[in-house]
């Protein structure tokens, strides 16, 4: 079985976007979907309980409220699957997006989905905000087909897709394991200890730690297409600010240079080419 773990907090239109698309997919393979309401003040609470009496209901658990790290633990820890999928609560998915999670390369694969952003995700998201199901699942079936606004793909996700299409050196390959959208087996996952949840509430850097520790343990990456994903672009208030503080918890957990160099890819004015400069002495083109 596939377990899909979505923690989520006060985002129940997205949340409602992300649910419906996977519904919408048609999956016959064994799998369940785990939500960790994480403290939701909004309307995430009546949502999940309108969808517990249809098909595939998610299952739904409460959240520490100690932050990202402690919300997919115990989201895992609740799970069924031998493989888990964590998902944000944010992200479109089409179909054959589970099959690629299924079922990737080998035992110890750990499977990135790869990532675009949807700049006119707030807009789109009001103006389908009283769509029923099949709507709203034939409107995200068009966002992720490209066919509803422009979709952008980010520097980490461009790294990423280099890495694994060989257009640059695999300088950090575990920059794949971006929690949005990453699947992994149970055994490994445990084996590793789960998120780092010394992270606290802060944004960023918990999921690629974790890629790490799961690369150091023998998983290898895989980027299949089909597992790609859209993710509804919001506004977050101290973005930076939080991410600064847990890329130097990053760095001190692990001295990489691959680690140490990541603000010259996910910083202000960063890059892919900057970034592989730094961490191998020659910048190669990027096409």
Same mark, same amino acid.
């Given at each position: 079985?596939?377990s899909v773990v979505i923690p989520t907090r006060s985002k129940a239109p997205s949340l409602r976007a992300t649910l419906v698309a996977l519904a919408a997919q048609g999956h016959r393979g064994p799998y369940e979907v785990v939500v960790v309401d994480d403290g939701s003040t909004d309307g995430t609470r009546e949502l999940l309980h309108r969808?517990? =009496? ?14 990202? +790290? ?34 990737? *390369? =080998?035992?110890? &694969? ?20 009283? *769509?029923? &199901?099949?709507?709203?699942? +034939? ?5 992720? &087909? ?36 990453? *699947? ?9 200890? =789960? ?20 690369? +150091? ?49 996910? =910083? ?14 020659? &910048?190669?083109?990027?096409?």
């Amino acid at each position: 079985m596939l377990s899909v773990v979505i923690p989520t907090r006060s985002k129940a239109p997205s949340l409602r976007a992300t649910l419906v698309a996977l519904a919408a997919q048609g999956h016959r393979g064994p799998y369940e979907v785990v939500v960790v309401d994480d403290g939701s003040t909004d309307g995430t609470r009546e949502l999940l309980h309108r969808l517990a =009496g249809e098909a595939p209901a998610p299952r739904v658990v409460e959240g520490p409220e100690r932050g990202r +790290a402690a919300a997919r633990n115990a989201g895992a820890a609740a799970a069924r699957g031998r493989r888990l999928l964590f998902l944000d609560d944010d992200i479109l998915t089409a179909p054959g997006h589970l099959n690629a999670h299924q079922e990737p *390369s =080998g035992c110890q &694969a750990l499977a990135h989905g790869p990532l675009r952003e949807f700049p006119g995700a707030r807009r789109w998201l009001e103006r389908h905000a009283a *769509s029923d &199901a099949a709507e709203l699942a +034939a409107a995200a079936a068009r966002v992720a &087909a490209g066919e509803e606004g422009r979709l952008l793909r980010n520097t980490l996700e461009t790294l990423v897709c280099a890495m694994d299409e060989g257009k640059v050196p695999p300088v950090a390959p575990w920059a794949a394991c971006v929690g949005a959208n990453t *699947s992994l087996p149970r055994a490994l996952f445990e084996e590793v200890g =789960g998120f780092d949840e010394g992270f606290g509430r802060g944004w960023g850097c918990e999921d690629l730690e974790l890629g790490v520790r799961a690369l +150091a343990a023998g998983a290898h990456v895989v980027v299949p297409a089909p597992a790609a994903g859209v993710h509804l672009t919001h506004a977050r208030p101290d973005r930076w600010e939080q991410h600064a503080v847990n890329l130097d918890r990053f760095t001190a957990l692990h001295g990489l240079r691959a680690v140490r160099e990541l603000p010259r890819l996910l =910083g202000e004015g960063g890059g892919v080419a900057a970034y592989v400069a730094a961490c191998t002495g020659a &910048a190669p083109a990027v096409r």
